[in-house]
């Protein structure tokens, strides 16, 4: 079965381009958790050799995002329920931690191109939060946090937290994508987290981060609670969402 959503792809940096373009795929959920495939699957749908693919495959891996098959392949990882708030837990801590010890260094390390750019980052974030469009959100929201942690100049922080936080939206973007409209239960925070960081004001940092995951993992809970509630009764009616 081919992938869905692919088109050729251009010989340089073959690696890296087949392993985004996949990344992008599971995280708009067209590959979802379980789906099986061959190297020789994915060579075939973009056109390329078998090394290229198998490389970018093993990255994934690498990344959790997929799992090799003895034998059979490679499988989209299935994170649970106990991941998810794992990945919460763990992000929550990293990141409280880079605010409170490093505001004041980020905030010194920032030169006008940079803080213009995570701005920009962060009102198109909460743009799209706040209008429900998901496949919008996702890439603003990653790349604002990816930018703004990455102003710490710490790369194995700033690589850990991407990983967590592309991970997260892999688990949450199929509950998500069941819920009719999204407006007005999604986290619109960004601006004035971002407005706090650029005041140097580690207190008011950490209160948005811990807001922000606290409203995201008690949607996610409930999402995940009123699908399996569905799962059990047999009921075909959407789980109940309010917005904290």
């Not at 490679?74 to 990141?95: P, S, Y």
């Not at 990455?150 to 819920?179: A, C, E, I, K, M």
């Not at 960004?190 to 960081?197: G, T």
């Not at 650029?198 to 209160?207: A, I, N, Y």
Request: proline residues 5%; aromatic residues 8%.
């Amino acid at each position: 079965m081919p992938v869905p959503g692919t088109s050729p792809v251009k010989r340089n940096t073959l690696r890296q381009q087949i392993a985004d373009a996949l990344c992008d795929e599971v995280l708009a959920g067209r590959l979802p958790a379980g789906r099986q495939f061959t190297v020789k699957e994915i060579a075939q749908q973009y056109g390329v050799s078998a090394t290229p693919v198998r490389e970018a495959l093993l990255d994934l891996c690498s990344q959790g995002l997929l799992d090799v098959e003895e034998h059979r392949g490679f499988k989209v990882h299935e994170f649970t329920i106990d991941d998810f708030r794992h990945m919460v837990d763990a992000r929550t801590m990293v990141v409280e931690g880079v605010f409170r010890h490093y505001v004041e260094q980020t905030l010194n390390s920032m030169t006008t191109q940079a803080l213009a750019s995570v701005r920009r980052r962060a009102e198109e974030a909460e743009r799209a939060a706040r209008s429900g469009d998901l496949d919008i959100l996702i890439g603003y929201d990653l790349r604002f946090w990816r930018e703004i942690c990455g102003l710490v100049g710490n790369p194995y922080v700033s690589d850990f937290l991407q990983r967590l936080r592309v991970q997260t939206w892999v688990f949450t973007v199929p509950y998500l994508r069941r819920v009719p409209d999204l407006r007005g239960l999604l986290w619109t925070g960004h601006c004035e987290l971002m407005a706090a960081v650029t005041r140097g004001d580690p207190h008011d940092s950490e209160r948005l981060i811990a807001a922000y995951n606290t409203h995201f993992r008690a949607l996610i809970e409930r999402l995940v609670t009123g699908e399996e509630t569905r799962s059990r009764n047999g009921a075909g009616a959407e789980p109940e969402v309010n917005s904290p």
